[in-house]
């Protein structure tokens, strides 16, 4: 089954403690970015990858890295999560040459304290 | 860059009933336009897109007009049913491998 996942679904930690979102795709897309979604604010792009050792910032990167070292893989790291990066995350894989067809993962709800 | 805004914020309407989402977009070089649908709790998913080189595309119950000289395209739901309650996303992006941006959501919900 073509899916995106992500792990884990949800998350409750504290302010300063790192942390690991992982995102993996089985549809062989070249794309991969990272969103966050907070009421109010709709849907914003966190960090993109083009390809394998490509990546690009978003919208709202600042406090957020991401690595893509394989195709099928773009994990979103927290080094020192704050509560202000409380909220709900998707990853979401895209085919090449169709960006506008964004495949999104379940989602991962994520409270820092 | 792009900015994209949706009106209204929240829609309400009888089942039965049309609805009509409207977005507007600020980047003539956007072409490339898609909807995406959020259930509750749920992730979002494409439910139709259009191109610059098209005015209007229908799929079952939903069809999408764009004016692209006046910036605004719009999402069009006929005869509503209470699963069409969701949000619902307009996106805009300059083209086929360039970054995708979306519009804040509109929540829509269909009365029974």
């Known amino acids: 089954e073509a899916q995106v996942t992500q792990n884990p679904r949800y998350l409750i930690t504290v302010t300063g403690k790192k942390l690991t979102v992982t995102c993996s795709q089985n549809?062989?897309?070249?794309?991969m970015s990272w969103y966050r979604q907070d009421p109010g604010l709709g849907l914003r792009q966190i960090y993109y990858s083009m390809n394998v050792e490509v990546t690009d910032k978003g919208d709202v990167p600042e406090g957020y890295k991401v690595s893509r070292k394989e195709k099928r893989n773009f994990p979103l790291i927290l080094e020192s999560p704050s509560p202000n990066q409380t909220s709900l995350y998707f990853c979401?894989?895209?085919?090449?040459?169709?960006?506008?067809?964004?495949?999104f993962g379940p989602g991962t709800r994520l409270t820092v304290t | 860059g792009e900015n994209v805004e949706q009106h209204p914020s929240t829609l309400s309407v009888q089942e039965g009933d049309s609805a009509v989402i409207k977005c507007t977009y600020s980047d003539s070089a956007s072409n490339y336009f898609p909807w995406y649908k959020q259930e509750l709790g749920k992730r979002p998913q494409l439910i139709i897109d259009?191109?610059?080189?098209?005015g209007e595309k229908k799929d079952q119950r939903i069809a999408v007009t764009l004016n692209k000289t006046a910036k605004h395209f719009s999402l069009h739901i006929t005869e509503t049913q209470p699963e069409d309650s969701a949000v619902y996303f307009c996106a805009a992006s300059t083209g086929a491998n360039s970054k995708l941006t979306f519009g804040k959501g509109i929540t829509l919900s269909v009365r029974p």
């Open positions: 549809m062989n897309h070249e794309y």
């Open positions: 979401a894989s895209t085919p090449r040459g169709r960006a506008y067809e964004q495949y």
């Open positions: 259009i191109r610059s080189n098209v």
